[in-house]
């Protein structure tokens, strides 16, 4: 928008750079994360062939958390994120706890993938110190978050083309060697598989249940299109179209996958910490192809890190405007990012090398922090839904005249927070994501303290009670422009 700078000379604000190509493909390099190239070994050995119908649950009852985020924020758009509506729905509390967890959820994230580019790396050059290739990669995320927000989505939407690419050529190069009748040490390649080597439960329940540990890691991120609303061009016609293209993207990029990795290799093969998409190719003969996919799947990391980078930056950048976060952190550089938060999110990334360090097991650091971010991704996704339901009762008028209504309504709330309350004790049915799990109250407790002292501050009362006019002033334009229209 041209005006913006023009309107808001004062108070620089974010622009919508992002294209429809750009929301599109960030949505999808959202729901395909590290967690799906280097996750899926321990998923699959853990679960069986019912991983298959674990990604399928996952990606189901995710779907209407993205649909009730995204009829909120059609709503009123002079929310930036979910933070905002968080807020403006559940109280101040409800924002400063989303948008400081979901911040803490991205750095988390960006840690675990530090910590996969770094055990990839070592993979491509032995003997390659792990702290090389962790500094190198947050130097150029930052670089390229610097420039602007187009950079970030150009940037994004390589990466994720990358991603799809990788995951087709594995579908297409896995089903020729179904149909040839390719032989390996392990058997026939051959759909038998999914169901010759035990069943679709081998493990039974418990193996069912293990599954949905590190599965639900491999789906953060699909939430992301919700903070790209405040930079997204035409958010009401591109933020349904990313949001509806969920399903399909699920059943494609996860279930495809895996249906034909444990097609062409019995899943007894697969094991925790070795990614099953380099093993696929390299058992084809394509050594050269296995190269390659390593380096997408150091890609991916790169992409999820980005992704980290970004949004955490956005969302300290929001709870700075609103006097949740320190003042510092409200500025923008000439070209409209957020630079001092992102410096923030950078120096934090750095963590994952000391990490790696600290305990030299690469994949038992890799499953400690993606459990932590896994935890703390379902409680903003709760708030999502709670705030979807007191928007329910205290705006019944904008939900009847909402064009992208969440299927379901009510009813499928609770249904999505009992399947939450399900991978929550599935958790614990593991000693080291019990640990895990174990720790993070840790985080709230901080974040608790820092909102007892917070919340009776002046600048804070003034800076919300400012978020909050804004918020009327906007939704009283967006119902004058409404009613014009049906006038005419």
Not at 364 to 391: E, G, N, P, R
Request: charged share 10%.
């Amino acid at each position: 928008m041209k005006t913006q700078s023009e309107n808001l000379a004062q108070a620089p604000h974010l622009e919508r750079q992002l294209s429809n190509r750009h929301i599109q493909l960030i949505a999808i390099g959202g729901a395909i994360g590290t967690g799906l190239f280097m996750g899926s070994g321990k998923t699959i050995s853990a679960a069986g062939p019912s991983v298959i119908f674990v990604y399928m649950i996952i990606g189901f009852m995710l779907f209407f958390v993205m649909r009730a985020m995204g009829e909120l924020l059609l709503s009123n758009l002079h929310y930036k994120s979910f933070s905002d509506f968080a807020a403006d729905l559940l109280g101040p509390w409800a924002g400063f706890f989303t948008g400081w967890t979901y911040w803490f959820c991205w750095v988390i994230t960006g840690i675990a993938d530090v910590i996969a580019i770094a055990g990839y790396s070592q993979e491509l050059w032995p003997g390659l110190p792990l702290w090389i290739p962790g500094l190198v990669t947050i130097a150029i995320l930052l670089l390229l978050n610097l420039a602007t927000v187009r950079a970030f989505g150009e940037t994004e939407f390589w990466f994720a083309l990358i991603k799809i690419i990788a995951i087709a050529a594995l579908i297409v190069v896995g089903l020729f060697m179904i149909f040839s009748g390719f032989q390996s040490d392990a058997g026939p390649a051959t759909f038998t598989n999914l169901w010759s080597h035990g069943g679709f439960f081998p493990n039974e329940f418990m193996g069912f249940v293990a599954g949905f540990q590190i599965a639900v890691f491999a789906f953060v991120g699909i939430e992301l299109v919700g903070t790209t609303a405040a930079e997204a061009k035409n958010p009401e016609k591109n933020l349904p179209r990313a949001i509806n293209s969920i399903p399909i993207r699920v059943l494609l990029f996860y279930v495809g996958a895996l249906i034909i990795l444990m097609s062409v290799t019995p899943w007894t093969q697969f094991q925790a910490g070795h990614s099953p998409f380099i093993a696929m190719f390299s058992l084809a003969g394509l050594g050269a192809a296995a190269t390659i996919v390593n380096l997408v799947v150091l890609s991916s990391a790169m992409s999820s890190a980005n992704s980290g980078i970004y949004s955490t930056s956005r969302m300290v950048y929001g709870l700075a405007q609103e006097g949740d976060a320190p003042a510092v952190f409200s500025g923008l550089s000439r070209r409209k990012v957020p630079q001092n938060a992102l410096f923030l999110s950078c120096v934090l990334l750095l963590s994952g090398v000391v990490l790696m360090y600290a305990g030299q097991d690469i994949g038992k650091a890799f499953d400690m922090v993606t459990t932590v971010s896994a935890v703390c991704f379902v409680f903003v996704w709760s708030i999502i839904l709670a705030s979807y339901i007191a928007f329910r009762k205290r705006r019944p008028q904008l939900h009847d005249a909402s064009k992208f209504k969440m299927p379901g309504g009510i009813p499928m709330v609770w249904v999505v927070f009992a399947f939450f309350a399900f991978v929550l004790w599935a958790l614990t049915t593991q000693p080291d994501t019990l640990a895990a799990l174990l720790v993070t109250p840790v985080w709230f407790i901080i974040l608790g303290i820092a909102w007892f002292f917070l919340r009776r501050r002046p600048a804070h009362l003034a800076r919300y009670a400012t978020f909050q006019a804004d918020l009327a002033t906007e939704l009283a334009l967006e119902q004058e422009a409404t009613s014009g229209r049906q006038g005419q």
